[in-house]
């Protein structure tokens, strides 16, 4: 396991919020989702030459090109079958042949895993 990066009271407190229970693999599986993003931003700023992380980094625009975070591990094999049904449904953020690309950056994306 990688050492987390969550504040584990604020992050179970941030999701209570939303009406949620916190399950307790999950903030495991979000610290393994911000391991990712953050590599993810240090490959895009090293491929654009630069050693300073920005905000844009976070950003994945294209997810056909972009490597997939990693998958939580399931507890069951049912809960599996339900997380793949649910990500068919999340909205791409490319963007379409001729609308403005700020415009996919207003929204941030939904990861798909």
Known sequence: ???????GSK?????????VNVGGDSLDALNEVVHWYIDQA????AANRRKT???????IFD?????E???????????AET???SSDSA???VADAGEEVEEAADEAPSPTW
């Open 69 to 79: 975070p990693p998958a939580p591990a399931a507890a069951e094999e049912g809960e």
């Open 11 to 19: 992050t179970r407190a941030a999701l209570k919020a939303h009406g």
């Open 42 to 45: 240090a490959k895009r700023a």
């Open 83 to 85: 997380a793949d049904a």
């Open 53 to 59: 992380v920005r905000g844009h980094d976070f950003i």
């Open 91 to 93: 909205a791409s953020p």
């Open 63 to 67: 997810a056909e090109t972009a490597a």
């Open 1 to 7: 396991m990688k050492e987390s990066l969550l504040v």
